[in-house]
């Protein structure tokens, strides 16, 4: 293999690598994407799950709560 050829290999390599890098990087910011939308999606349901907590212990059907 001559000098050229292990050239032109190696400079395949770091172009395959750099896409791999490139990909990687695309990945990493659709994931933060998709986690802040999961964590925007988790704090309306902790806020409607509290909402209906709040709403139970007060009876929220229209009835008073029998205090047993």
Known sequence: MTVTERLDRH???IAS???LVQE???LVVQSRKD???LAVAQKRTEENLQLLINTM???GNGHEKSKG
């Open 57 to 59: 212990r007060r009876g």
């Open 11 to 13: 400079d395949r390599q």
């Open 35 to 37: 986690i802040r939308s």
């Open 24 to 26: 990687g990087m695309r």
């Open 17 to 19: 690598i750099r896409e």
